[in-house]
């Protein structure tokens, strides 16, 4: 028995120790981000570079962004929200102000026309990445797919039967997903109209989805799971970018009808967040040419930065990217985008309210 | 003599302070409108309780009951004859080779099993090359296959216990007096394993009914259970008074189902 | 029941248990990093473990959460069982249904709960929170699964240790604990086996970007920093495990007095 409770004592030292080192690193910054979305080699960079530990979150949406910044478990020092969500923060004083003079890399002229013409009114965040959202398919299944859905735009994703048999999916956000029915009705992505919302619902309500996801929608597609669905840009060309790479036969292609929604994320600065400095020098770290680059080449979405899409379109090895005529938001023809306003949070819930209800 | 005293008191505190004080605070969130733990914006409403009625939720909480019942009858179907099995085995390391590999999925971590089901039950699968393609993902089949594979272990085990502890000679005497194998099952072994079988149906009813990553993976997002309405409430829609109103209603419901098995069981022992 | 019917039904009942555990298993040996096609046999995912770093950090946290969530849950566990078995009948039946609520409720609600008073007493959330959580839902199973061996014990063993001459606390640890030994290691097992496996209410009760095994899991689903890495660990942990008990149940001598009781 004594030796029982000694083994047990010296094992719980053991674990206690191990548990409880020391942190080596002077300084931990906390980044909440969304998944995959930013390049983990820059982490490491980072942390060598500064002697810093970098602490990661992820979540998949923006409201999950939000709630996390609000309930402040954890006090973030960089979040990455998509521009309404930006604003929403921004109004509800859940952001620190951006110090522009500790960012020597940043200079306002930096970025795309379209993203400036279409920035949030929030002035206390740095311009991430930007892109549209579409319909990625998979051509595996359904002969003539790329015509019909290039014929019918958002109809595709809405009129049961316009493609026999395929499998649909939609993304599992209230607002994107509200966003394709309201551009199906050629409605303004920010109505609060009634009517207007009721019609975007019923569209919802009557097609039939078989998969409602995140990032496993591109993955369905990829695999031939699902024929086709709503994405993001950049989970199609983040699989293009993949498939290229491993030099695999590319069977899903992506379109973007000319009336969608543009959107961009930025480095926000929470009110609660610890390592104001240290933030600023990541951002400025994010804003470096080569590191913006980096990170450009391995997520897949179009950077607002233009000196970083101009790099992409020197070098040979890009273009299958950059000839892709829905790759860069700022170079698509015929282009009406919309961006999100923010809308109020009573908004937000209404829509998930209804959002809901349609899935059954 | 100071340990002794001061265990149980504190223990209860601890229950206190991390089962009774959060109840409260959502049955007083229940009646507020509010966006997280705001407690300087909140606004008394019983719109919650108006919320509730809406047939929006009425699918969540049918599909809970009845694919969560549908699979713990499963779980019983299969698990009270494998646990009949394991008792009367005479073998002892048959048996305990056997526990030990029903058991041991437990030990495999739940979101990979899940996951594992999910790639199986689409079309396109690994198993494709020996000519196989299932599509299932999105059915109510596939949720109840992944419930009975999740909670199994938890249905054999308890009905294991209550049947390991008869007595064999009450078995004897109930033979002795001319009863036959299915008499003695009827009104001495089933009556006496009861106790097993509530402890089973619960431990799998009410995970199955309040998990939201199962419903989540194998459903493809369509079928919505009580576990995603929680969950959704709470971590996207931020309506924390509209997701506590469904929790409180939760607890309540276990609360009187822990109250009965407890009453069954004058031991306390019952759920292991 | 038949022989063969028996042997069937046990087949199937294995085959619902193992079915997604092959999978992952064959998947662990699968070249492709795509789980819906094979391309050729690998062992490559069994050395990314270590050095897949956040995939690795979360392995030892897990490890770290579940160990001290059992020792000291079972350590109190023991402790509050034996004080529970001296109350009398009805007040044991009441701390009982206390002790039994955390075990059968929701694990969501049991999650949220946590996080909520967490968040109120402005504990700051990472490991400590979950491990505190794991704590919690662990104690309530030591309990149940201690007190029946302290009422199968002589209730005078204890007073007779005292009236020797033994201290309390000599009592407990020479009389008591020993008699209740199977209790206490099963407890402890139980008490392990949830914590190391837990989801949902890690998910609910962690921050400072901590996760463990699970969380890790679910946080990296579907996207390209997801390892299959991760089947190769759950790999060795379910087939080591299984190898090892088998082993040990070969090897012992043909009639264990002590079953497994679970």
């Known amino acids: 028995m004594r030796k029982n409770i000694k083994l047990l004592l010296s094992f719980l030292l053991i674990s206690f120790l191990i548990g409880c080192s020391p942190n080596t690193k002077n300084e931990s910054l906390y980044i909440l981000n969304w998944g995959d979305y930013i390049n983990y080699d820059l982490l490491d960079k980072f942390e060598k570079e500064y002697d810093v530990e970098v602490i990661i979150s992820e979540v998949e949406s923006n409201e999950a962004m939000y709630e996390q910044i609000k309930m402040n478990r954890t006090s973030f020092d960089i979040a990455i929200p998509s521009d309404y969500m930006i604003d929403q923060l921004e109004k509800e004083h859940l952001l620190k102000e951006i110090d522009y003079s500790l960012l020597k890399n940043y200079d306002k002229k930096m970025f795309s026309t379209i993203s400036s013409e279409h920035a949030p009114e929030s002035k206390n965040f740095i311009p991430y990445f930007n892109g549209t959202i579409g319909i990625m398919y998979s051509t595996k299944n359904i002969k003539d797919i790329k015509k019909t859905i290039e014929a019918n735009g958002w109809s595709t994703l809405f009129d049961d039967g316009l493609i026999k048999n395929a499998k649909v999916g939609m993304y599992n956000s209230s607002r994107d997903a509200f966003a394709a029915s309201l551009l199906h009705h050629s409605y303004s992505l920010n109505t609060n109209n009634d009517s207007e919302l009721n019609q975007a619902y019923k569209s919802l309500k009557n097609t039939k989805y078989n998969v409602y996801g995140d990032d496993n929608l591109k993955k369905n597609i990829v695999t031939g799971n699902l024929d086709y669905a709503l994405v993001y840009s950049g989970d199609y060309y983040e699989e293009l970018i993949v498939a290229t790479e491993e030099e695999r036969t590319i069977n899903f292609g992506y379109y973007v009808p000319n009336n969608t929604n543009y959107w961009q994320d930025g480095m926000v600065i929470p009110k609660d967040a610890k390592n104001y400095e240290l933030a600023h020098t990541f951002i400025d770290f994010m804003l470096e040419d080569e590191n913006a680059i980096e990170n450009t080449e391995y997520i897949g979405y179009a950077s607002p930065i233009n000196s970083v899409m101009d790099y992409l379109e020197s070098d040979n090895e890009y273009d299958y990217l950059t000839s892709d005529p829905f790759y860069n938001p700022n170079e698509i023809k015929n282009l009406k985008p919309e961006s999100f306003k923010f809308l109020g949070i009573e908004y937000m819930i209404k829509l998930e309210e209804l959002f809901t209800k349609s899935k059954s | 003599m100071k340990t002794r005293n001061i265990s149980l008191p504190l223990y209860l505190i601890w229950l206190f302070v991390l089962v009774f004080i959060p109840f409260l605070i959502m049955l007083f969130l229940s009646f507020t409108k509010t966006r997280g733990l705001d407690f300087s914006h909140l606004v008394f409403s019983l719109d919650n309780f108006k919320d509730i009625l809406d047939p929006i939720y009425f699918d969540a909480y049918v599909n809970s009951i009845v694919l969560s019942a549908i699979a713990s009858l499963l779980c019983l179907l299969i698990g009270y004859p494998v646990a009949y099995i394991l008792t009367n085995l005479k073998s002892n390391k048959l048996k305990n080779i056997l526990l030990a590999m029903f058991i041991l999925p437990m030990w495999s971590n739940m979101l990979l099993r899940i996951i594992g089901w999910e790639i199986l039950f689409n079309p396109h699968s690994i198993l494709n090359s020996i000519g196989i393609s299932f599509d299932l993902i999105g059915s109510p089949l596939a949720i109840i296959i992944g419930m009975v594979s999740t909670y199994l272990p938890l249905m054999i085990f308890p009905i294991y216990t209550s049947l390991n502890k008869l007595e064999s000679s009450l078995l004897e005497a109930s033979y002795d007096l001319g009863a036959s194998k299915f008499q003695t099952f009827k009104s001495v072994i089933l009556p006496l394993s009861l106790p097993g079988i509530y402890s089973g149906l619960t431990m799998t009813f009410l995970p199955s009914a309040t998990n939201f990553a199962l419903p989540e993976r194998l459903s493809g997002g369509n079928i919505n259970l009580l576990g995603n309405i929680i969950n959704s409430n709470f971590g996207k829609s931020f309506n924390y008074g509209f997701g506590s109103l469904l929790s409180v209603i939760l607890i309540s419901v276990i609360f009187v189902l822990v109250f009965f098995i407890n009453r069954k069981d004058k031991d306390g022992d019952l759920l292991l | ?262």
């Open chain 3, 1 to 262: 029941m038949k022989k063969s019917s028996k042997v069937l039904l046990v087949i199937l009942a294995l085959a619902v248990l193992y079915i997604p555990i092959l999978i992952i298993c064959f998947l662990s040996f699968n070249d492709s990093l795509r789980p819906y096609e094979f391309s050729g046999f690998t062992l490559k995912w069994y050395s990314e473990i270590f050095a897949e770093k956040t995939l690795y950090e979360a392995i030892i946290n897990s490890w770290i959460i579940a160990l001290f969530a059992t020792a000291i849950s079972t350590i109190c566990g023991t402790f509050i069982a034996i004080r529970i078995s001296k109350l009398k009948q009805k007040h044991r039946q009441t701390v009982m249904f206390l002790n039994n609520l955390p075990i059968v409720n929701a694990d969501i609600v049991t999650g949220i709960s946590l996080m909520i008073i967490f968040s109120i007493l402005g504990l700051h959330f990472g490991k400590y929170t979950m491990l505190l959580a794991h704590i919690f839902f662990c104690i309530p199973f030591v309990v149940l699964s201690v007190l029946p061996r302290l009422k199968m014990m002589d209730e005078n063993s204890y007073d007779a240790a005292r009236d020797l001459g033994c201290t309390h606390l000599q009592a407990v640890f020479k009389v008591i604990i020993p008699a209740i030994k199977v209790g206490i290691i099963s407890g402890a097992l139980i008490a392990f086996t949830m914590s190391i496996d837990d989801f949902i209410i890690s998910y609910y009760t962690t921050g400072d970007g901590f996760s463990n095994f699970s969380t890790w899991i679910y946080s990296r689903l579907n996207r390209r920093s997801f390892s299959p890495a991760a089947y190769a660990y759950n790999t060795i942990i379910t087939f080591g495990l299984l190898i090892i008990l088998i082993y040990i149940n070969l090897n012992s001598k043909g009639d264990n007095k002590h079953e497994k009781k679970h």
